[in-house]
């Protein structure tokens, strides 16, 4: 057995500057804030990474956290909120001045995107998209027709995130994972991954049941109550107190930054 255990720093330190940095978790669930603020400090001290394109298929506090930071230049996600606290505030902020770019993903794009690279192919047909405006904005998705019945479709490009981060219940040392019922594309996220990497609640010698089988894992790294202040359900509800006082109180980079040097003293 391969023991891939790596501290939250170590397992930070691997994140290259100008990648795609696909965040596992939905909305305010089971979100990998632990490894967040690691990154952050190593932004802090070396200003590496970088450019990253953010890659999530909900995005939430774990993400504007980045784009506040001024780590992120290009986002794709179909949702950029706090749900009932609120926009978040750093993505709103850049987005409404164009110095972020966007990229238009809806759920049938992501989803189809990452399973067309889980099974090892260009692209992924879909009607998805048809008779909307969304080709106009996205000119690298393209059309196809399918061979059989002669009907035009999207075809929505392959996905393939160069570094997976997802936030676990419980891992074994050697890469086991289990995330519960609310999985959202974690285990596509986990396929298509170049590097994946594993925080977990607990570290257990091993599973006889994982979500996420080790041959899919290169890190796994302790972080206890690592999704907080989102929930990480059966373990312990969201903080609505604090995902509140962050929603209320960061505006603006000078805001941001005043709540950053609490964050990262956590």
């Not at 001290?45 to 995005?59: M, N, V």
């Not at 966007?102 to 794009?109: D, L, W």
Request: charged share 20%; hydrophobic share 45%; proline share 7%.
């Amino acid at each position: 057995m391969k023991n891939k255990l790596l501290t939250l720093e170590e397992a930070a330190d691997l994140v290259p500057a100008d990648v795609m940095l696909a965040l596992g978790g939905m909305t305010l669930y089971r979100r990998p804030i632990a490894f967040v603020r690691s990154l952050l400090r190593r932004f802090q001290r070396t200003g590496e990474p970088g450019d990253l394109t953010l890659l999530s298929f909900t995005a939430s506090l774990e993400s504007d956290l980045l784009v506040g930071a001024r780590m992120v230049r290009r986002v794709r996600t179909c949702y950029f909120g706090m749900e009932i606290f609120g926009l978040a505030p750093m993505f709103s902020y850049y987005a409404n001045r164009g110095e972020i770019e966007i990229v238009e993903e809806t759920e049938a794009s992501l989803s189809f995107g990452l399973n067309a690279q889980a099974a090892t192919v260009g692209f992924l047909p879909g009607r998805g998209w048809l008779g909307t405006d969304l080709p106009r904005l996205r000119p690298d998705v393209h059309t196809v027709i399918d061979p059989y019945s002669g009907e035009e479709l999207i075809a929505f490009p392959a996905i393939h995130p160069d570094v997976t981060v997802i936030h676990a219940l419980r891992a074994d040392p050697e890469g086991n994972a289990q995330i519960g019922n609310n999985k959202g594309v974690d285990e596509e996220l986990a396929i298509t991954g170049k590097l994946v990497i594993i925080t977990a609640e607990e570290i257990v010698p091993d599973l006889l049941k994982a979500d996420i089988p080790a041959p899919f894992v290169h890190v796994v790294a302790h972080a206890p109550r690592g999704a907080s202040p989102t929930s990480c359900h059966p373990l312990y509800p969201l903080d609505g107190k604090a995902l509140l006082t962050y929603a209320e109180s960061v505006s603006d980079p000078a805001s941001f930054e005043e709540f950053l040097a609490h964050f990262l003293t956590g």
